[in-house]
């Protein structure tokens, strides 16, 4: 029963950077992939990011690429995203979670075990 902890979120002015941490419980976490989501007010989740097990292969939503970067450390079975030139549209709660495979990260079916997430609000 893998438990994941979002960290990082916080208050940050247009073309700001942050980096969020996600620390996941368990003794598999190197074996799957692992994402990043986010969910604003009245709005579906959406995926933002994605990375394999090994973290050799990643995947982005069009509206983030360039601007953040998924990775993750193994060792201390934590994944990030930093984000960097953000906007105000990319307030959000953001959500990490722990995927069903070690290679499929580019859809929502894709992953399981959410964490309650923590929220990243941009001002403009």
């Known amino acids: 029963q893998v438990q994941l902890v979002e960290s990082g979120g916080g208050l940050v002015q247009a073309g700001g950077s942050l980096r969020l941490s996600c620390a996941a419980s368990?003794?598999?976490?190197?074996?799957?992939?692992m994402g990043w989501f986010r969910r604003a007010p009245g709005k579906e989740r959406e995926f933002v990011a994605g990375i394999d097990s090994s973290g050799s292969s990643t995947a982005y939503a069009d509206s983030v690429k360039g601007r953040f970067t998924i990775s993750r450390d193994n060792v201390k079975n934590t994944v990030f995203l930093q984000m960097n030139s953000l906007q105000p549209e990319d307030t959000a709660v953001y959500l990490c979670?722990?995927?069903?495979?070690?290679?499929?990260?580019?859809?929502?079916?894709?992953?399981?075990?959410w964490g309650q997430g923590t929220q990243v609000t941009v001002s403009s």
């Open positions: 979670a722990r995927g069903t495979s070690s290679y499929r990260f580019g859809n929502e079916g894709d992953f399981a075990s």
């Open positions: 368990g003794r598999t976490f190197w074996m799957y992939a």
